[in-house]
């Protein structure tokens, strides 16, 4: 099992400077890479101060100066809201500035709020056709005098410039939750990146099932798959209870995002009551404590343990959870220190 960071700069409040939040992710950042951490992971999203990423590739470039020898990926683009020209000269370009260490994680993108100010009338449907156009295009424009007839995209013979620094390009992972989209990841060659959000072990385990089940008819090597989950390291049995409930107040405005129904003002959606999060229950702090990879250092290895028995190659920490930064720090920390050496 290898692990990795997934991290983004989230501002919950006005009062909150943006300089100070990015040293706090570059802190966060280092921490995982002197740890040992394989990779570290930052994905794209617009005009929302819940997940600020504008454009990965800025974040990673500037990562490559903090850090000596995590991978650098994105976790991941939105496939619809770049052309597929564009996306394979920034990656390479990233690749080249970076020396060879960008990784690609694509997805279609799961926010409306962000489907109906990038690319308005775009929906889920259409999104996930355009991503699936254009992540074969990616080793194609590397390589070069790559022509396209499409049905989203059309362009003459061009290539990618500059070209990746690594040979035949950065590795890619597509984001897949339904089975064709296993499918599809699978048989075009690419890694799988998966997360069960808070929908506990029987989705942890629906979801290799599909890579296997995709695995199963595909001919070529089988490729990686990553988990991606919520994890907090607690120092005790109060500690392991009070992320349960903050994992529970941050799902509760993921939530409220993804609905998208909710007044947003100065990229901060409106504040929910103390009435609204209770009434939420199934993003209850008793569900995301059995549901989420959340305990001491013990019971963290044991839910991993489970995890790898499945067949999962990573494990990514998922530490974005409206925590103080040095909450989320004493409990990477934790994970470093107490958790990965149980995993030799």
């Not at 002197?34 to 617009?46: L, N, P, S």
Request: charged share 20%; proline share 6%; hydrophobic share 40%.
């Amino acid at each position: 099992m290898e692990f990795s960071l997934f991290a983004h700069m989230e501002r919950l409040t006005p009062d909150q400077p943006h300089d100070k939040l990015y040293q706090e992710f570059l802190d966060l950042c280092r921490l995982a890479d002197a740890g040992g951490m394989r990779a570290i992971w930052t994905g794209e999203h617009h005009g929302m101060e819940f997940t600020i990423a504008p454009n990965p590739f800025l974040s990673l470039v500037d990562l490559a100066h903090h850090t000596k020898n995590a991978r650098l990926g994105t976790g991941t683009v939105i496939a619809p809201f770049w052309h597929p020209i564009k996306l394979a000269g920034e990656a390479a370009a990233a690749d080249l500035m970076t020396g060879g260490r960008i990784e690609l994680g694509i997805a279609r993108g799961a926010y409306s709020y962000e489907y109906e100010r990038l690319m308005p009338g775009m929906d889920a449907w259409e999104a996930g056709q355009r991503m699936r156009e254009t992540a074969p295009l990616l080793p194609k424009l590397w390589r070069g005098d790559c022509a396209h007839e499409g049905a989203h995209y059309q362009f003459p013979a061009t290539t990618s410039a500059p070209k990746p620094l690594q040979e035949n390009g950065p590795p890619i992972w597509i984001a897949a939750r339904d089975p064709n989209s296993h499918e599809f990841g699978v048989h075009n060659g690419f890694n799988i990146q998966v997360t069960p959000l808070w929908q506990g072990m029987g989705e942890v385990e629906t979801l290799m099932e599909r890579f296997n089940t995709a695995c199963a008819t595909h001919d070529g090597p089988r490729p990686k798959i990553m988990l991606l989950h919520h994890t907090y390291v607690a120092s005790d049995v109060e500690d392991a209870a009070l992320a349960a409930r903050e994992l529970s107040r941050f799902y509760c405005y993921f939530g409220a995002w993804f609905q998208n129904k909710r007044p947003v003002s100065q990229g901060l959606i409106a504040a929910l009551s103390e009435e609204e999060l209770a009434a939420n229950a199934m993003m209850a702090p008793a569900n995301m404590a059995r549901d989420l990879t959340v305990g001491t250092a013990q019971e963290v290895i044991d839910r991993i343990r489970r995890y790898e028995d499945l067949g999962y190659d990573e494990f990514s920490f998922w530490i974005d959870s409206g925590m103080s930064h040095e909450r989320k720090k004493a409990s990477l920390t934790r994970f470093i220190e107490d958790v990965m050496p149980a995993f030799g």
